[in-house]
């Protein structure tokens, strides 16, 4: 089966660091290029980062760019997020997402900002 697991998610103060990652199998992970989203309650879902297959393209929302660093590991077939200067706006459920010929989702995990 497809599945797009993340983890690392949880609660941090803000200016603090996380690192979240989002282990994939059951497709071709390096066919695919790979999206973070997030989505905060009472607002729509936000693209935050995109990496391109081979990871030389990447692309980040105004509000986190600076902050966030989008990576991915073929030969561990995992995308990262790595997410620096934490403000209490990121505060969200973040998906991975995968964008090819299928689309595939993550079940979502939770980062909350706040002191």
């Known amino acids: 089966q497809v599945q797009l697991v993340e983890s690392g998610g949880g609660l941090v103060q803000p200016g603090g660091s996380l690192r979240l990652s989002c282990a994939a199998s059951g497709f071709t992970f390096s066919r695919y290029p790979m999206s973070w989203y997030r989505q905060a309650p009472g607002k729509e879902r936000e693209l935050v980062a995109r990496i391109s297959t081979t990871g030389i393209s990447t692309n980040y929302a105004n509000s986190v760019k600076g902050r966030f660093t989008i990576s991915r590991d073929n030969a561990k077939n995992t995308v990262y997020l790595q997410m620096n200067s934490l403000k209490p706006e990121d505060t969200a459920v973040y998906r991975c997402?995968?964008?090819?010929?299928?689309?595939?989702w993550g079940q979502g995990i939770q980062v909350t900002v706040s002191s």
């Open positions: 997402n995968a964008d090819g010929r299928y689309t595939y």
